[in-house]
């Protein structure tokens, strides 16, 4: 594999699926390794940890679901889910577990590449950012009960311990904290922190927050650091 390939572990119990996937992929640049289950996935991350797993939710035996929920997400890569386009209920049990993002079958393969690439610069980001001039300066937010340290991408309670996130999440609380004060409406939010148009029935950005609240709201029923604005948005203004 090529220093500059980036891993992708494919995780589907169809091979057809996987074959597909894999041909597409590698052709677009990428080192693709396949799993046909839950167990040659664990098998797979075991011998070499990817940038990113495409996991199949609906597999025989032990589900993707069990799988996902069993992963470590301060630990593993980020995970894209594959759904039917009528599990709407799996697609929230699975963000609320962690995913990065889902993408329903039949897979769109020029939407799963861009879905791909987003995921990945996202990982890469923080590592990235460059310092900034005045506002924009302050690495460390106060969320709550925590901090957020946009230099080390970390999120940490009082004590300093450090509070598993996963992509996407880090990203939505940067975004809060690069607009403190300011209302941002569900479109600005998927397009600052989720790479994509916002699609009315979208209920993604809502789980992750409230995922993301259960993490830093001392009661996250009656959140007071990132407050919905009915009808409108969220604000952050601590």
């Keep these: ?12 119990d169809e091979a057809e699926v996987r074959d597909m996937l894999a ?13 046909g289950s839950a167990d040659e996935l664990r098998a797979a991350l075991e011998a070499e940890m990817p940038d990113l797993i495409l996991l ?16 470590n997400a ?18 929230i049990i699975g963000l609320e577990m962690g995913a990065d993002d889902y993408l329903g079958k ?6 799963l590449e861009a879905r791909i690439k987003a995921v990945l610069r996202r990982k890469a980001a923080p590592a990235a950012e460059t310092p900034q001039t005045g506002e924009d300066a302050r690495q ?33 609380l940067k975004l809060f904290a690069r607009n403190r004060g300011r209302v941002l409406n569900r479109d600005q939010i998927l397009e600052g922190a989720h790479d994509r148009s916002w699609d009315p029935f979208d209920r993604s950005i809502d789980i992750r927050i409230s995922r993301i609240r259960r993490k830093i709201e001392a009661n996250p029923q009656k959140p007071t650091v990132i407050r ?3 009808g409108i948005g969220y604000i952050y203004d601590e």
Excluded at 106 to 111: A, G, K, S
């Design 1 to 12: 594999m090529s220093e500059t390939q980036q891993h992708i572990l494919v995780c589907d």
């Design 23 to 35: 041909e597409y992929l590698t052709r677009r640049g990428f080192h693709i390794s396949p799993a």
């Design 228 to 230: 919905t604005v009915r």
């Design 106 to 111: 039949p897979v769109d393969l020029r939407e």
């Design 140 to 172: 460390r937010f106060r969320f709550g009960k925590t901090w957020l340290d946009l230099q080390a991408a970390k999120l940490t309670d009082e004590d300093g311990n450090e509070i598993a996130l996963t992509s996407m999440e880090f990203n939505l």
């Design 74 to 91: 301060d630990q593993n890569p980020p995970v894209i889910m594959l759904t039917a386009a009528s599990d709407v209920v799996d697609r």
């Design 56 to 71: 199949d939710i609906n597999m025989p035996g032990e589900s993707g679901l069990s799988v996902l929920k069993s992963l």
